[in-house]
């Protein structure tokens, strides 16, 4: 697509529930990155994808995150047993992924918002 | 990790001011952007500069790599101009994007 999409845009969820956020790159990006945001605070990283192989996940909390990227494209992020501190906005982002120099520059969604209660 | 550290955090300007936003960084970086983001927006992509100088209208940034530190400069300010800026960098090698905690920009009418 023309830009990075991600659904839904909000989730509110009781606690305890599994929910599953999906993330559809920018066509013919083969880097995709998974972030997490507070209120007032600059994206935390949680996981990033080359392809359908997952290269770094060192920034997911815990057993209960999840994501995956089965055919290269869309990716699913996924919490479960939600806690009231997941809640955030859930950001993807995609680039390029061009070898040597940098992996190029990086395009965010517009973020699904989750609400844990 | 790399740290990355962005000031001032808070910024009051009038409109029509001019301002500079800084970004340090402590490791050695692939490539560096800058973003606005408005309160719970997107993440706009302002500047991609991995080094050197880019302008766009009333905005320019510059890198200096071997220094570790970026700027953003905003001149003639307007109140659309109001949100947070976010410096991020690409840790050399690694692929991966660390966030600075950001500049929140107040303009004033």
């Known amino acids: 697509g023309a830009g990075v999409s991600q659904s839904p845009r909000y989730k509110v969820t009781k606690r305890g529930q599994d929910v599953a956020l999906r993330c559809d790159p920018i066509s013919g990006h083969v880097s995709l990155y998974w972030y997490r945001q507070a209120l007032g605070q600059g994206p935390e990283f949680l996981t990033y994808?080359?392809?359908?192989?997952?290269?770094?996940k060192s920034g997911l909390p815990n057993d209960r995150f999840s994501a995956e990227r089965p055919e290269g494209s869309i990716s699913t992020l996924t919490i479960q047993r939600t806690e009231q501190r997941d809640s955030a906005m859930y950001r993807c982002a995609s680039t390029l992924g061009r070898t040597g120099g940098g992996t190029g520059e990086l395009f965010f969604g517009e973020g699904s918002r989750l609400t844990v209660l | 990790g790399i740290q990355v550290e962005q000031s001032p955090p808070d910024l009051i300007l009038q409109e029509g001011a001019n301002s500079t936003l800084r970004c340090n960084f402590s490791d050695s970086v692939n490539n560096l952007q800058w973003f606005h983001q408005k309160p719970w927006g997107q993440l706009i992509n302002l500047f991609y500069i991995p080094s050197g100088t880019k302008q766009n209208g009333r905005l320019s940034a510059t890198t200096v790599a071997t220094e570790r530190y970026s700027l953003l400069y905003i001149s003639s300010s307007q109140t659309t101009d109001s949100g947070v800026y976010f410096c991020a960098v690409e840790r050399y090698n690694f692929n991966k994007f660390y966030f600075g905690s950001g500049t929140k920009l107040n303009v004033k009418p």
């Open positions: 994808f080359n392809y359908e192989a997952q290269q770094d």
